[in-house]
């Protein structure tokens, strides 16, 4: 056989690595290309967001270029060419002072919901893990009615609830002829219960399911050190469950804030001279009723805005604590 011949050009300089005569290199390993860097679990979520983007990325364009726009009703009919007004629609938002009342309405409405469906979501998943199997299946499954139950079947039921004349709920505290829909906080309240209702049972799901992946020696050996029921769940469940509150806490932000069957079925569209609005409703107004469609997108495009720092703002504290995400 014949011997393989090294070429090597040192003499000249060249400092090239040393190659057989058949030209492969004799040491050395191949670069990682710049798509081997890239996570494995954002290679996973890649399909995901192939769907997620588009589905909700288009509409948010559109509602952007909405919302910049000078368009109505005779714009979209055609008779009037739509003009761009740049920040004009949310001048004109921000200038109204109905919109900050609304806007406060909206975070204080949505702070109350979000909280009260922590506190029931939470309770019932610990009585879940109390009671024996047929009540705790007969929960289940009432709650879960209530979770499926659309919005718009939901807010009727509890309508017929309160009606003013035969409604159950002042036939049992003996209240008949009192209209719970009359008084601005007394609506809010009612629709409260009523977000409530349909909002508990995923966070009372989501918890039980978190409480169950707990060790049970973990709190047997807490209960051994004499901790409490109380001290148990605020020590040793509710850090253990930080993530999954993390979760419930934004989408219940998300629902509460956006909130708008249940407002507009039963307070008839934001309540007497629209005592009862929140932005959701508001929006609607403005766009549908009003047909000023842009400025109702601009309003939209401020909702989102909202929705978005108010999270970073709850990651962030998190964050802050030292809590894992």
Request: glycine share 10%; net charge positive.
């Amino acid at each position: 056989m014949p011997a393989t011949t090294v070429t090597a050009r040192a003499d000249h300089g060249d400092s090239s690595p040393v190659r057989p005569a058949g030209g492969a290199p004799a040491t050395g390993r191949r670069r990682p290309g710049p798509l081997s860097r890239i996570p494995v679990p954002l290679w996973l979520l890649l399909p995901a967001a192939l769907v997620l983007i588009p589905l909700f990325g288009y509409p948010l364009y559109q509602l952007g270029l909405l919302s910049v726009l000078k368009f109505g009703q005779p714009q979209a009919s055609g008779g009037v060419p739509t003009e761009f007004v740049g920040l004009s629609n949310y001048t004109d938002v921000l200038g109204d002072a109905q919109f900050w009342t609304v806007l406060g309405q909206t975070l204080a409405f949505a702070a109350f919901c979000v909280l009260a469906t922590l506190a029931v979501g939470a309770t019932c998943a610990v009585l879940l893990t109390r009671v024996g199997r047929w009540p705790r299946l007969m929960l289940m499954f009432g709650a879960l009615g209530a979770w499926a139950a659309p919005a718009m079947t939901g807010s009727t039921v509890w309508m017929f609830l309160l009606d003013t004349n035969s409604g159950l709920v002042n036939e049992v505290l003996g209240t008949q002829g009192h209209n719970w829909m009359y008084d601005k906080w007394s609506a809010f309240a009612m629709v409260a219960v009523v977000v409530v209702w349909h909002s508990f049972p995923f966070v009372m799901i989501t918890l039980y399911a978190g409480i169950q992946a707990i060790p049970d020696s973990v709190v047997e050996a807490a209960r051994l050190d004499g901790a409490g029921t109380v001290t148990i769940f605020r020590k040793i469940m509710l850090p253990m469950l930080r993530p999954l509150l993390v979760i419930v806490v934004i989408q219940s932000i998300i629902w509460d804030f956006k909130v708008f069957t249940q407002i507009y079925v039963m307070t008839g569209g934001g309540g007497i001279a629209g005592q009862n609005l929140v932005l959701n409703v508001y929006a609607y107004q403005k766009a549908f009723v009003a047909e000023n469609y842009s400025l109702g997108a601009a309003i939209g495009v401020l909702m989102t805005l909202i929705l978005l720092g108010v999270t970073a703002v709850y990651v962030r504290s998190l964050r802050r604590s030292g809590e894992e995400l």
